[in-house]
């Protein structure tokens, strides 16, 4: 008797803390399940679904142009970084958008999501499945995030000139303002980008009654960084379009295809900032380990003061 008694009272202390792990554990999975959309879905999951750590004050957009990257995280708008390209579900937009708003952030909305799901059966382009993607949103009421500037622009797709994303057909510029007047027509007042250089959009006759502003993403492949921008704010003008820059920070710097260094990202960045036309300056992509360092962090502070200093003004075109 004496035996058993004291193997149950030590089963029953050992339980309790197995349990309250198993609790913790499940609400953990839960929690995750929940809030962040299946990966089969949608390849940029951690992209607008984290969760929210919001700030003990809200503070107001500082001023300037935006400055930022694709996908970053709510929490890392703040001081550093305050503007953003994401791709976040309708389900998490408006709490996005209000804990964005609430660390002084401005952001490019990308609707359509990865282009997987707006292809064709041969991998070209497809107009239809592209509206179709983006009227998910049609249900949600963001109209007073586009009022006060949080959001600055509807970003309609990505690189429609390479020829290699849509099996050698690239999009021309007449479909890509088809896209920006179905957008105009659900949001009227939203800005309309595409990432793709101007000069690709000059090529076309296109008059760009509804695209807005075109983008501008420098790597050194480029050439030098002085004539690359002037050449695509020359062809943004030729065109009545606005224009977003920014870099390439994973594949952009020397040799090709390396990451850009500090000193490289405050050079080049630096000479695209000397140029008053740019909307934005959002560069590719977010990345923890690339942005940590402390040169890294020095280097993005004197973008982001360039940044501040220059006139705010809207990604709308002339």
Not at 20 to 43: G, K, M, Q, V
Not at 44 to 67: K, L, N, Q, R
Not at 179 to 186: C, D, E, F, G, T
């Amino acid at each position: 008797m004496t035996q058993h008694f004291l193997f149950a009272h030590w089963v029953a202390r050992l339980r309790a803390p197995l349990v309250a792990t198993l609790i913790l554990l499940l609400a953990s999975c839960d929690t995750t399940d929940t809030f962040t959309p299946p990966a089969s879905e949608n390849p940029e999951v951690t992209d607008g679904t984290e969760a929210i750590d919001g700030p003990s004050m809200a503070v107001s957009f500082a001023g300037g142009i935006p400055f930022g990257t694709y996908a970053l995280p709510t929490t890392a708008f703040g001081t550093r970084y305050n503007g953003a390209h994401r791709n976040i579900w309708p389900e998490y937009l408006n709490s996005q958008l209000a804990a964005i708003k609430a660390r002084g952030g401005r952001v490019v909305l990308m609707f359509a999501g990865h282009e997987k799901f707006y292809k064709d059966g041969q991998g070209h382009f497809s107009f239809t499945k592209w509206k179709a993607r983006v009227d998910r949103f049609r249900r949600v009421n963001f109209s007073s995030y586009v009022r006060d500037g949080t959001i600055m622009g509807h970003f309609l797709i990505d690189e429609p000139q390479d020829a290699h994303n849509w099996n050698g057909r690239p999009i021309p510029g007449s479909t890509i303002e088809e896209m920006a007047r179905y957008s105009k027509m659900i949001w009227p007042t939203l800005p309309t980008v595409v990432r793709s250089e101007p000069t690709y959009l000059r090529k076309f006759s296109t008059n760009y009654r509804y695209l807005d502003a075109a983008w501008a993403q420098y790597k050194a492949k480029r050439g030098d960084v002085h004539d690359y921008i002037n050449r695509n704010v020359a062809d943004a003008k030729a065109k009545g379009l606005a224009l977003v820059a920014g870099l390439n920070l994973i594949h952009g710097g020397v040799p090709n295809w390396t990451r850009m260094s500090p000193s490289e990202v405050e050079r080049f960045g630096g000479a695209m900032l000397n140029s008053s036309y740019p909307c934005a300056f959002i560069s590719w992509q977010y990345n923890s380990n690339l942005l940590s360092g402390s040169a890294m962090k020095s280097a993005m502070d004197k973008l982001r003061r360039k940044s501040q200093y220059r006139a705010t003004k809207s990604c709308r075109s002339s």
